[in-house]
C-alpha cells in the first residue's frame, strides 16, 4: 500500500490500483475476442509464443474445468479475506511488497470473475507454446506472479517476527 499516506487515503490509491489492473485485463480480453476469435493463432516469436483464443471454464491454466458452481462461491469469499488482509495490514515501508501481492490477487481474480459471470468462461489467449503451457491471461499473470513474490517474501524477507505481527494484526491479537 501507499505507507507514507494515512489508511483511508492509502485504500482510495490501493483501489485506483486494482481499478487499473482490472481494466488492462478487461481489455487485453476484449482485443482477444476482437483479434483471435475464429481466427488463426498470431505467432509473437516462432515456436515460443503465440496468441491462442481460448474459452477456459476453468479456473488459471484450465484447472477444474467446469466448476462454475465453486468459482461463483469461493471467490467472493476469497475477495472478502482479501480486502480484510488490506484493511488489517500494518501500515509500514515493510510491508509494502506484501500490500502489492495481495492488491495484485484481489486484481486477478476479479479480473476471471468478472468473465465467469458475463460469459460462463474466461478468455484465455497467452501460449507458450515452447513448453507447451496452457492458455492464460493477463489476470492469470497477476496471481501466478502474486503468489511467486509472496513465497519469496516469506521465504526470504519477512523475519518470524514480521510474519507474527501480521497474524496478530489479522486475528486481533
Known amino acids: 500500500m501507499f505507507y507514507k499516506f494515512n489508511k483511508g487515503i492509502s485504500l482510495i490509491y490501493s ?8 481494466l488492462l485485463d478487461q481489455w487485453t480480453k476484449v482485443l482477444a475476442v476482437k483479434h483471435l476469435m475464429n481466427k488463426e493463432d ?20 484450465s484447472i477444474l474445468e467446469g466448476k462454475q458452481t465453486l468459482f461463483a462461491f469461493a471467490t ?8 480484510y488482509i488490506i484493511i488489517r495490514m500494518p501500515q509500514a515501508k515493510k510491508y509494502v511488497f506484501l500490500d502489492y501481492v ?21 478468455v484465455d489467449f497467452i501460449y507458450f507454446s515452447l513448453i507447451n503451457f496452457p492458455v492464460f491471461n493477463v489476470a492469470d499473470c497477476y496471481v501466478t506472479v ?3 513474490v509472496l513465497l519469496i517474501l516469506i521465504l526470504f524477507y519477512y523475519k518470524d517476527e ?12
Do not use: S
Open 15 to 22: 483501489f485506483i490500483l486494482v481499478v487499473l489492473l482490472i
Open 42 to 61: 498470431m505467432i509473437l516469436i516462432p515456436k515460443v509464443l503465440q496468441l491462442h483464443y481460448l474459452e477456459n471454464t476453468g479456473a488459471a491454466f
Open 76 to 83: 467472493p469469499i476469497l475477495l472478502i479475506i482479501m480486502v
Open 102 to 122: 495481495i492488491l495484485f490477487l484481489i486484481a486477478g481474480a476479479i479480473g476471471n470473475y468478472i468473465d465467469r459471470v458475463a460469459n460462463n468462461y474466461v
Open 146 to 148: 502474486a503468489i511467486f
Open 162 to 173: 514480521d510474519l507474527e505481527e501480521i497474524k496478530r494484526r489479522l486475528l486481533f491479537k
